[in-house]
């Protein structure tokens, strides 16, 4: 007998489609979209640092002006409040800390740009404490053209990290569905919603991308033929790997941290189960044998154990086993339905989708108190995704009967809307730091 379905999962709804038809994808390494992606913050971190940030000389040689990008930036973050500087400054001018104090900076960024010869530019920036009248950071890109959007990003980085002791993540990338028509499209971008890149075009549904800890591929599922399959795809080279095609459904790719396996969900010996395979498509391994729907695999941020769905207790709820299969633990109990798991980069916080009063919203869980907090208003949630740094959570959420993307700080306090202008942006996957 079928058990019941989890209805809401957008994984297990398409899964269960019936009727396909062939739609061959095909692979493109980065091709480039037309669509371009909008962003629209509220709220404010727990605390705001001033800080103002001098226009750069000579910026207005670069295609994307440096400074407005680094603005960009360090807004969305929620996490501070931006004095408009009105001057221009270079990173080896005198600076009067005090005027700075007066006009309530704490910190003050300077910085300029020069072409290079062999048509590069070399951007170079400071980050000044005024309080203490110190150089606080600062170093200098020779950057290509094409690279100034992302070398404003790593200054960004760097200015976060710098001031809030956490590492920034707006140099990273996410990928995520777009549907537009009969089109599906695997896209790419900048966190910021810039840069858009396809790298895979279909007419049949795509589903459930990951990255791969190095940043360098995507796993997902494709239904180009007539059936669910598990795919790799290398992003530069747009090379792609059928992993995992067994008999029934294919599902819910998780990479290891290391990279050399994927946990998968298959259907082939009747009830869905979790396995892991090599990253290769060879070495398949049963996690899990039990007579309930078990699927949505994620591994631990060491490795060493994996946290999935199942049903197994009457309902959707979250377990835990060892990355080698075993005895599973239940995680989750506030709450009848609770899907999707997603682990921290630490390995702390369980983000996850919960059903309560007929809502689907985002929640997270801190696994050493057990201490939970809802941290969405929407009501039809999907998808949750951590940033590298742990700090944000992207997710899908409907209005208005589209899909748009939403990112929220693990407090809570500070949220995002990324919208497209034409189509649904579903599947959410925020990358890793690049090594």
């Given at each position: 007998?079928?058990?019941?379905?989890?209805?809401?999962?957008?994984?297990?709804?398409?899964?269960?489609?019936?009727?396909?038809?062939l739609g061959l994808g095909s692979a493109l390494p980065f091709a480039p979209a037309q669509a371009q992606l909008r962003v629209e913050v509220s709220g404010i971190g727990s605390s705001q640092i001033p800080i103002a940030i001098a226009g750069f000389t000579d910026e207005a040689l670069?295609?994307?002006?440096?400074?407005?990008?680094?603005?960009?930036?360090?807004?969305?973050?929620?996490?501070?409040?931006?004095?408009?500087?009105?001057?221009?400054?270079?990173?080896?001018?005198?600076?009067?800390?005090?005027?700075?104090?007066?006009?309530?900076?704490?910190?003050?960024?300077?910085?300029?740009?020069?072409?290079?010869?062999?048509?590069?530019?070399?951007?170079?920036?400071k980050l000044l404490d005024t309080v203490r009248g110190s150089t606080l950071s600062g170093f200098s890109v020779a950057a290509l053209p094409t690279n100034t959007r992302?070398?404003?990003?790593?200054?960004?980085?760097?200015?976060?990290?710098?001031?809030?002791?956490?590492?920034?993540?707006?140099?990273?990338r996410i990928a995520y569905v777009?549907?537009?028509g009969s089109e599906y499209r695997l896209e790419v971008a900048d966190a910021d919603g810039e840069g858009i890149r396809v790298a895979l075009r279909s007419n049949e549904p795509i589903i459930s991308p990951a990255w791969s800890q190095d940043g360098s591929k995507v796993a997902y599922v494709s239904f180009e033929e007539k059936k669910p399959v598990v795919w790799t795809q290398n992003l530069l080279t747009g090379e792609?790997?059928?992993?995992?095609?067994?008999?029934?459904?294919?599902?819910?790719p998780a990479w290891s941290p290391d990279g050399s396996k994927l946990a998968i969900a298959l259907s082939r010996d009747g009830l869905t189960q979790i396995y892991t395979i090599n990253a290769d498509g060879t070495g398949l391994q049963r996690l899990t044998s039990s007579s309930s729907i078990d699927t949505e695999p994620q591994f631990s941020a060491d490795g060493q154990?994996?946290?999935?769905?199942?049903?197994?207790?009457?309902?959707?709820?979250?377990?835990?086993?060892?990355?080698?299969?075993?005895?599973?633990k239940r995680v989750t109990f506030n709450g009848s339905y609770n899907i999707t798991p997603r682990i921290s980069p630490?390995?702390?916080?369980?983000?996850?989708?919960?059903?309560?009063?007929?809502?689907?919203?985002?929640?997270?869980?801190?696994?050493?108190?057990?201490?939970?907090?809802?941290?969405?208003?929407t009501t039809k949630d999907e998808s949750p995704s951590f940033s590298p740094n742990g700090r944000y959570i992207m997710y899908t959420t409907e209005t208005g009967r589209r899909a748009t993307l939403a990112v929220?700080?693990?407090?809570?306090?500070?949220?995002?809307?990324?919208?497209v202008q034409a189509g649904d942006i579903r599947e959410p996957t925020w990358g890793p730091y690049l090594k």
């Open positions: 007998m079928m058990r019941p379905n989890y209805g809401y999962s957008r994984l297990l709804k398409k899964v269960a489609l019936s009727a396909l038809v670069t295609p994307q002006q440096v400074t407005a990008i680094i603005r960009d930036d360090l807004a969305r973050s929620g996490y501070f409040r931006l004095i408009d500087a009105g001057v221009t400054i270079s990173e080896n001018s005198a600076v009067n800390f005090e005027e700075w104090k007066k006009r309530g900076a704490e910190a003050l960024v300077v910085g300029s740009v020069q072409r290079l010869a062999d048509g590069r530019f070399d951007v170079r920036y992302v070398t404003a990003h790593k200054i960004a980085d760097d200015i976060y990290e710098k001031l809030t002791g956490v590492r920034g993540a707006f140099s990273t777009t549907k537009a792609r790997r059928k992993v995992a095609n067994f008999k029934g459904s294919n599902s819910a154990s994996v946290y999935f769905l199942s049903d197994r207790s009457g309902g959707p709820q979250i377990y835990r086993m060892n990355a080698n299969g075993g005895e599973a630490d390995g702390r916080t369980l983000a996850y989708i919960s059903r309560r009063e007929g809502k689907f919203q985002l929640y997270a869980l801190d696994l050493g108190s057990g201490q939970e907090l809802k941290l969405s208003d929220v700080s693990v407090d809570g306090k500070v949220k995002q809307t990324i919208s």
